[in-house]
């Protein structure tokens, strides 16, 4: 029953994020569609909000929302891979319902395909950079302080977005589900391979570079320094009884 709660939770996260998300890119163009800085800054603040929102609302359940992120749960051995698939399989199901409802929020047709393209290494990079960042900030908060990650990986993403070259997709399920909205959010589907390839590579890299920086030291390794700094006290303490 837990993994079927996970699953819904997931499924209903990765919804609210691609209904802010299109659903922000077709206001922000409604109301003034030759605004370009206007529609970045709409759907960064609305998916930053928002994301914040559904974090804190579902974090005693699941909030992945992205398969990179579940990916490098698994390659962490924090979750079994018997249960990751599922994960990204709910997670892309649940981005794409969330693009229909925009769609359909805005009355367009509830599914049709983008064609706008996202090309080009400079936008690869940013995608490179965006989700190695992201994974970053999720694995640096979990070592450091859990209890902000409802408002480190919002606040991440928000600055992403706005200081990416690509926008800071950094999420293959969101990435997959832009294919289907022809709206200023939407991505092409030949755009969205080269997409959805970098963002699950730069998580394994920055799940291997993250977890080699934050790692925590063995019980040997603690030990031994612990030893050392007291060797080191005694050695300076000026009460000889402590020296004997």
């Known amino acids: 029953?837990?993994?079927?709660?996970?699953?819904?939770?997931?499924?209903?996260g990765s919804a609210f994020l691609l209904a802010t998300v299109v659903g922000s890119g077709i206001l922000a163009q409604r109301l003034d569609s030759s605004n370009l800085c206007l529609l970045v800054l709409t759907v960064a603040i609305s998916t930053g909000g928002v994301l914040t929102a559904i974090i804190f609302a579902l974090s005693t359940v699941s909030t992945h929302f992205n398969p990179a992120v579940t990916l490098v749960t698994a390659l962490r051995k924090e979750i079994s891979w018997r249960k990751a698939i599922p994960?990204?399989?709910?997670?892309?199901?649940?981005?794409?319902?969330?693009?229909?409802?925009?769609?359909?929020?805005?009355?367009?047709?509830?599914?049709?395909?983008?064609?706008?393209v996202r090309s080009g290494p400079g936008q690869l990079l940013g995608e490179a950079i965006a989700t190695f960042g992201l994974i970053g900030v999720i694995l640096g908060t979990v070592r450091t302080n859990p209890a902000a990650i409802p408002i480190a990986v919002p606040f991440y993403v928000t600055g992403a977005i706005l200081f990416t070259s690509s926008t800071c997709f950094a999420n293959p399920a969101v990435t997959l589900a832009r294919v289907f909205t022809a709206t200023p959010t939407g991505i092409s589907a030949?755009?969205?391979?080269?997409?959805?390839?970098?963002?699950?590579a730069s998580a394994i890299v920055a799940c291997y570079f993250f977890g080699f920086l934050l790692a925590q030291p063995t019980s040997k390794t603690k030990q031994a320094s612990e030893i050392e700094a007291?060797?080191?006290?005694?050695?300076?303490?000026?009460?000889p009884e402590l020296v004997r």
């Open 1 to 12: 029953m837990a993994f079927l709660r996970a699953l819904i939770a997931e499924f209903l």
């Open 87 to 116: 994960y990204i399989v709910i997670q892309c199901l649940g981005a794409i319902f969330g693009t229909v409802i925009a769609n359909l929020m805005y009355e367009l047709p509830a599914a049709q395909l983008s064609e706008t």
């Open 190 to 200: 030949l755009s969205a391979t080269p997409y959805i390839l970098v963002q699950f």
């Open 230 to 239: 007291l060797d080191r006290a005694l050695k300076n303490s000026p009460d």
